[in-house]
């Protein structure tokens, strides 16, 4: 039995199941968790992957190029009815 970093909630792990560096998620919290020791069982926040960010960046530029096209399209539209 191990306890969760996060949320000191109790996580059953067999020693005999994991290896040191496999990861697996609190079922408390749903925190991912790294096993850092095996006897007795550590748990470890897992490191979170950098990707997340740079999706979460690109999104927030195509959203503004939108917005410019939109207003320019306006525009064009009422020259049109003149
Ligand atoms: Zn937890």
Redesign the pocket.
């Known amino acids: 039995m191990a306890s969760?970093p996060?949320?000191d909630?109790d996580i059953e792990v067999d020693e005999f199941d994991v290896d040191k560096g496999d990861q697996l998620s609190?079922p408390?919290?749903g925190?991912n968790l790294e096993v850092t020791g095996l006897s007795p069982i550590e748990l470890d926040l897992a490191p979170e992957d950098d990707d997340e960010d740079e999706e979460e960046d690109d999104e927030l530029k195509e959203d503004d190029d939108d917005a410019e096209v939109d207003e320019e399209e306006e525009k064009e539209d009422e020259d049109w009815e003149e």
């Open positions: 969760c996060e949320c909630a609190c408390e919290c925190s």
